[in-house]
Each structure stands twice: as C-alpha cells, then as structure tokens.
C-alpha cells in the first residue's frame, strides 16, 4: 500500500507492474489474509495502525479479485483502468504533431510489440498491455535467474525506453507541463 501510493504519483508504469506482483503475490498466498499478514505485513516496520491500513489493503485487493474473478489469473479493473488510461495518452501522443520523439520511438518499439503479440495466445490484449507483459516476465525470468537472450534483452530495453517515454509524458500531462 505504502509503495503503491509512492509508486502511483511517480511513476505509474513502476506502479502498474509493481500491482501485478502484489496480485501474484497474493494468488501465490491462496487469497488468504493471514498468510499474508504472516509472510508480509509482519514484516513492516510501521506501527501498528499503519499495519491495520496495509492489511485492510490487502483485504480490500482480495475481495476485489474474489469479485472480478481473477483469482486464478488476470488482472484487477482498476490496474486494466490504468492501460486504459496510458492508451489513451498514446493515441494522443501519437496524433500530436509536436511529439515526434514520442512517435519515431514508438514506431522503433512496434516491431517488437508485434511480435509478442503474434506470439501471445490473447491477441486482443492492448500494445501498452504487450509491452507491460514483456517487462513483467523479463522480470521474473531475471527473479528465477533463468538466461536471458540477447534478442529478447534488446527487445526489452526498446520496450523499456518506450514505456519511460510514455510515463514521462503521463507524469508531465497530470503535473500541467503537457497540454495535448
């Protein structure tokens, strides 16, 4: 909760992946709020009321999964919310003839973007959702310290400049230094 908050005010593409681990944390504990407290919350090093508000978080997460029923799989609406609203920013981006930074990065990106997606059992997943995915699973790959390929490491670092480009932009549009 803590660094969801901090993480969503600076930097949202960090907050949306650091979202999908605490979903996968909180299937990997079987939804239970009292593993979780154990394995997790125990561990802060907060007072007690704010231990109280972090696991009501937590709750509060596993109710929605429970819910919108991904519990085995999936992501939450409100993390879904946040795509939507970088895909919004993108397309408008793109449509911006003062942003062709942002569009001759894209465009370096897209071929990479179409591949994952050609190789994706779910082709109707958004682009930005793609690249999130990539990260996401390069991320875990580098967690099981399982080798990385070179192809799939320059895929990831275009994917990578991209999404710090697009999250730029996002942080600019909502502080008033972007007026599209």
């Known amino acids: 909760m ?14 949306l992946i650091y979202m999908w681990q605490i979903e996968d944390l909180i299937r990997a504990n079987g939804l239970d ?4 407290e154990e394995q997790i919350i125990s561990r802060f090093n907060q007072p007690d009321n704010v231990k109280k508000e972090i696991k009501e978080w937590y709750e509060n997460l596993i109710d929605m999964m429970r819910r919108e029923n991904v519990v085995d799989s999936g992501h939450l609406i409100i993390n879904k919310n946040v795509i939507s609203e970088l895909t919004e920013l993108h397309i408008r981006l793109l449509k911006n003839t003062d942003e062709d930074e942002y569009s001759e990065l894209y465009y370096k990106t897209l071929p990479f973007i179409v591949e994952l997606r050609s190789k994706s059992p779910n082709k109707d997943i958004p682009e930005l ?3 999130f995915s990539a990260l996401y699973g390069f991320l875990l790959m580098k967690l099981q310290k399982k080798e990385i390929s070179g192809e799939t490491q320059a895929a990831i670092s275009q994917i990578g ?3 710090r480009l697009l999250t730029q932009k996002y942080k600019d549009e909502k502080e008033g230094r972007l007026a599209l």
């Not at 803590?2 to 907050?15: G, T, V």
């Open 33 to 36: 709020i009292d593993k979780i």
């Open 129 to 131: 959702e793609t690249c």
């Open 161 to 163: 400049a991209f999404l």
């Open 2 to 15: 803590l660094i969801a908050q901090q993480l969503k005010e600076e930097n949202i593409a960090e907050y």
